[in-house]
């Protein structure tokens, strides 16, 4: 099987993650960070059976004041160097800056210090300051500028609103430095809102099950399973590399590490096959990103959902099955397309038979089954992933052969890597506090919403125009931020902002807060920042604004379906939130649409298809995704529309071909 080093694998996540890259620490300091680690895993893991009687925003307290100074000493204030890079004196006083005044309101009493809340001493004054910019600090050595722009333009709107017009929406009589402060320190929308207990719990604890899954040998078995299962056949190199990142995605999280390491075992395999360079970058740039949007594990945002709509992670995975599926089935189309178009020739994979691979490693499914189906019945979401990340952990034993030492090892390796990966995240979403607790403060999302709704008003007074038009803005705005800041990051911002514009307009909060999230996570391959396709096409040595578009053609199916969501009540039958049949029908409709879609983009139906079937295809495609009986019928006469002129078109081409 093909594979490439993992440095390089490594060198390439460095340079093109979304999360900015750690330090190469000495084995000294490495050791302290990997104590660090574990201490933090155990107290992850202790939360979850015995959490403090205080209550969790004492655990918040506790997880921000422990983890924010490994953020310091884990990542470096400028770009990276070569060999090892340890903290220096600065990185050493933020980190015990960060300790002093996380912990602060543990001093002289928790209840003391809430007690005081919108009465802050100055003393907490300066404390919550300080942890302000220790937060922004970390999030721009994490993930960049941008956020922390962000941020700081929040503050200073909450500030300086009373200096703006006031004939502006937007202004308001402005909020005191020390209260603005109080929101995010002493306060359950700040700096210790939803976002971080989402970090906290969910997150962190799935980062360590990937961990210890990974190092169970799932990922090998993974790519292994895929390779095998399609063996000798034209489509069979293209499917791999889908199958796989799909699989791989449950141990990686990351749509631009998946696709760095689905495009380290498979773009060997895609070349021999004769893919074009840009075509094998956009389709592991596409199933990289797939692996977010799939269950059991979805992406980070994921888990916010189900806090802000104050439902089972469970029922979110459900609300994502048929997404998952109509995305899955649009890159299957463009890989049957392609293998064709290109003339892809089959690969011989030397590798066991599937039933082999499945008898030997099989087990590594159990784990994921244990996720869904404990909370299939209501376990609560913390214990189903800690009894699945101990079922994965057993299975690594057997990995080990027995070796009980080496075992213990890499499980404590397992759970201090789980909670440094959870660092750029976990910044993120302190940071993020200072968003939503600022927009509550001054009221700006719902102006901003109201703003939204207004200039689709202005265009037309037709509520299903106005709705129409909302949604395509909302779905730009989404996506043009997701360009700068991480997809947990615009998933908050644009749920406190856009959200409420929706909601407004009719739209369930269900299928509002899917269609933000799916734009969000799909900001990682739009053009021109699409991180994932950039890395893709380092890998491949493609041009990069081709592979981004590329990319952009594999996935198109995914930015037109959130959509139906929300465009009508139809919609909610593709996030299973009505009856059994009506899901069946509007899925069967979805999937000709993601069909009609597939043609236009790919230009191939029985043949290569020309402009007038493309044509065609495009307004087909548009009508069956609005799910309403006449535009159904509308589209369903589109489609085949271009498939009689298809035919007709090769008739002539196969008699004029014959008379010659």
């Not at 020390?178 to 906290?200: C, E, H, M, R």
């Not at 956009?282 to 797939?290: E, H, R």
């Not at 949604?471 to 043009?480: D, M």
């Not at 191939?604 to 493309?614: D, H, K």
Request: one cysteine or more; glycine letters at 10%; hydrophobic letters at 55%.
């Amino acid at each position: 099987m093909p594979t490439k080093p993992q440095v390089e694998v490594d060198e390439l996540l460095a340079e093109y993650d979304e999360e900015r890259p750690s330090r190469a620490l000495s084995r000294r300091w490495e050791l302290g960070v990997w104590v660090a680690g574990l201490a933090i895993a155990l107290l992850v893991l202790k939360q979850v059976f015995w959490p403090f009687s205080k209550g969790g925003q004492y655990y918040l307290v506790i997880f921000l004041a422990v983890t924010l100074p490994l953020v310091f000493l884990c990542y470096r204030p400028r770009g990276r160097r070569g060999g090892a890079d340890d903290p220096g004196v600065v990185d050493w006083l933020a980190a015990a800056c960060a300790f002093v005044v996380g912990a602060y309101p543990l001093f002289g009493g928790f209840d003391a210090f809430l007690d005081r809340q919108g009465q802050l001493t100055t003393l907490d004054v300066i404390a919550g300051s300080l942890l302000l910019v220790l937060i922004l600090e970390a999030c721009r050595r994490t993930t960049g500028w941008v956020l922390p722009i962000v941020c700081v333009g929040f503050i200073a709107y909450a500030y300086y609103g009373g200096f703006l017009p006031p004939s502006w929406t937007i202004s308001h009589a402005g909020v005191d430095f020390s209260q603005i402060i109080n929101g995010f320190y002493n306060d359950a929308t700040g700096f210790y809102g939803t976002p971080l207990d989402v970090a906290a719990t969910y997150i962190v604890l799935f980062t360590i099950y990937g961990s210890v899954l990974n190092a169970s040998g799932a990922g090998t078995f993974f790519v292994d399973i895929s390779f095998s299962a399609f063996r000798k056949s034209r489509t069979a190199p293209g499917r791999t590399a889908a199958t796989a990142g799909f699989l791989l995605g449950t141990v990686s999280g990351s749509g631009t590490a998946t696709t760095v390491s689905l495009g380290a075992v498979t773009w060997p395999m895609l070349k021999k096959a004769g893919y074009p360079k840009e075509n094998a970058g956009g389709l592991l740039a596409a199933s990289g990103i797939g692996a977010i949007l799939s269950p059991p594990t979805l992406g980070a945002a994921a888990f916010i959902i189900a806090e802000y709509l104050e439902t089972s992670y469970l029922q979110v995975l459900i609300w994502a099955i048929l997404p998952t599926l109509l995305y899955y089935l649009g890159i299957a189309l463009a890989v049957e397309i392609d293998a064709r178009k290109f003339g892809a020739k089959p690969v011989e994979i030397d590798s066991p038979s599937p039933w082999a691979l499945l008898k030997r490693g099989g087990y590594h499914f159990l784990s994921l089954a244990v996720i869904v189906v404990f909370l299939a019945l209501d376990i609560p979401v913390f214990s189903a992933v800690v009894y699945a990340t101990g079922v994965a952990a057993l299975f690594a034993l057997i990995a080990k052969r027995g070796d009980v030492r080496a075992w213990l090892r890499a499980m404590a390796d397992s759970l201090s890597l789980g909670v440094r990966s959870a660092l750029p995240v976990i910044a993120v979403c302190a940071a993020a506090g200072v968003i939503t607790s600022t927009i509550t403060k001054t009221g700006l999302g719902q102006v901003l919403a109201s703003a939204l709704v207004d200039l689709a008003a202005a265009i037309s007074s037709n509520p299903t125009v106005v709705l129409f038009v909302t949604v395509v803005l909302a779905a730009f705005a989404v996506s043009l931020l997701g360009l700068a800041v991480p997809v947990t990051a615009s998933f908050i911002i644009s749920w406190v902002v856009i959200g409420p514009a929706l909601v407004e307009l009719g739209v369930a909060r269900e299928e509002a807060a899917m269609f933000i999230f799916y734009y969000a996570v799909l900001s990682e391959v739009t053009p021109p920042t699409a991180l994932a396709a950039v890395a893709a096409a380092a890998i491949t040595g493609g041009d990069v604004m081709k592979t981004m578009w590329r990319t952009w053609k594999y996935t198109l199916p995914a930015f037109l379906v959130p959509l139906a969501f929300v465009l009508t009540d139809n919609g909610a039958g593709l996030l299973l939130r009505s009856s059994f049949l009506d899901g069946v029908w509007v899925f069967a409709v979805s999937a000709l649409g993601v069909a009609a879609l597939a043609v236009l983009t790919g230009g191939w139906l029985f043949g290569p298809a020309r402009w007038p079937e493309r044509v065609l295809c495009a307004p087909a495609a548009v009508a069956l995704l609005y799910l309403q009986p006449v535009t159904i019928a509308v589209g369903v006469g589109f489609l085949l529309a271009a498939v009689a002129v298809h035919v007709v078109l090769r008739r002539k081409e196969q008699h004029a071909q014959l008379d010659a």
